[in-house]
Structures are given as C-alpha cells and as structure tokens.
C-alpha cells in the first residue's frame, strides 16, 4: 500500500513571497489533516478535511493560509504571503476515520515539506 | 489552556534496559491517548493507542499505562536496542483531533 505522498520536500523563499503545498493521501481514506512541525515541537493540527468538507479550521491563520481538498483526495496548502515565522515542517496525514463518534482511526503522516523562508 | 508536557532532555540509555517516558497533560479529557515515533527528516510513525478506560496496553517490547486521575501516561521501551534511536512523541485524541506533545528523544547506546 503506497503511503502519503508529499511535495516539494523542501521549499525555500523570501518573506512576502507565496508557497503551495501539494499532498496525496492514502487510496481510500476519507480524513486529511494538515500539521505544522516547527523545530522542536510536536505538529500542530492546522485544518482537517472529511472528503472534501472542512471538519477543523480553528488553528489555521486564514489571513495568509488556504487549503483545499477538491474532488476528496488531493489537498494543497498555501500560504500567502509568508513570513519567517512560517518556517516549519508541514505534515500531511490520512486516514480512513468517517465521522463516527467516539471512534478513531490511526493517522498515517507523509514526509513532510520543509519550507524555509528567508 | 491545555497543556500537555514531555521531558525535553534527551534520555540516554544503555542497550537492553528499559527506556522510560513520561507524558503528562492538563485542562484536557482525551477519549484517547496515542504514542508515535519520529525519526529526523520523517513523519511520526503511530506505535500504541490506548483509551481512557484502559490501564495498560502492550505491544511487542512495547508498554504504555494510562492513568487519567493523575493525568499522565508512561511509555516503556523493554530491551532496547540502537535502532530504538528516535524521538517518541505523545498525544492526546478527542473526536479524531490529536493534540501532541513536544517529543522526547531517546538514544539508545551500544
């Protein structure tokens, strides 16, 4: 079974600029999440998708950052205009969990993009 | 606001012991608790889930307790080996949104 695919796997550039995010989850899986790593801390949750429906949003800056996750497979994440703040690792994770409550589901994580910005 | 703590110094320890973390959280009610592994430049890798009406779970060299009364759960590694080396992350679940800790590295030498 193919695992999350991410890309690029690394990123650099200037403050002010704009930078997209692309993520392939795993055949089937029905939930995405967007994670940022900064260096030294565990991820933190940015959005989450159910099929293509937003689930989560709260911690998402939604001044310069944006997600999509059109057709319920495919997800971009893209932030605009970047700031060095925003340097971090960016976690793309699937999994196969529909919604039901007081269930869950094991989260699988892509490599990550590493974005610098200068 | 909820917070949820980790040894931030890396545990060193000698091949075959048993490595021992800690995870401790405040101003939160998980449904459940979850262990990952992090390897540089890699995503977390999921180990263990245990729930809140669970004490403990096993899995391979592998124990984690879970004790929601002290707010803590305790992640052991039994005869461990190099390729242990990693640092092991904890978080909490509620309604399939996991909060993590900062992680805890373990370097486990021959």
């Known amino acids: 079974e193919a695992g999350v695919a991410q890309s690029p796997r690394y990123k650099i550039i200037e403050k002010r600029q704009s930078v997209a995010f692309w993520c392939n989850p795993i055949?089937?899986?029905?939930?995405l999440y967007w994670y940022q790593q900064i260096l030294g801390q565990g991820p933190k949750l940015l959005i989450q998708?159910?099929?293509?429906?937003?689930?989560?949003d709260s911690q998402l800056p939604k001044d310069r950052f944006s997600a999509e996750r059109l057709k319920g497979v495919d997800s971009t994440l893209k932030i605009q205009p970047a700031k060095l703040e925003d340097s971090a690792v960016y976690l793309c994770?699937?999994?196969?969990?529909?919604?039901?409550?007081?269930?869950?589901?094991?989260?699988?994580f892509g490599p990550g993009t590493r974005l610098t910005v200068l | 606001s909820q917070k949820i703590e980790q040894n931030s110094e890396a545990l060193n320890i000698q091949e075959g012991k048993t490595a021992t973390l800690t995870c401790n959280y405040t101003?939160?009610?998980?449904?459940?608790l979850q262990w990952y592994r992090q390897d540089p430049g890699r995503g977390p890798v999921f180990l263990l889930l245990?729930?809140?009406?669970?004490k403990e779970k096993r899995k391979e060299r592998l124990k984690v307790t879970f004790d929601t009364t002290l707010k803590q759960s305790l992640f052991h590694i039994t005869a461990s080996q190099p390729a242990d080396s990693a640092t092991y992350l904890c978080?909490?679940?509620?309604?399939?949104?996991?909060?993590f800790g900062k992680g805890n590295q373990v370097v486990v030498i021959p």
């Open positions: 998708f159910q099929n293509n429906g937003v689930v989560d």
């Open positions: 245990i729930r809140e009406n669970e």
């Open positions: 994770a699937s999994s196969s969990f529909y919604g039901r409550t007081g269930s869950t589901d094991t989260q699988y």
């Open positions: 101003n939160y009610s998980p449904a459940y």
């Open positions: 978080a909490l679940e509620r309604n399939n949104r996991l909060a």
């Open positions: 055949s089937g899986h029905a939930t």
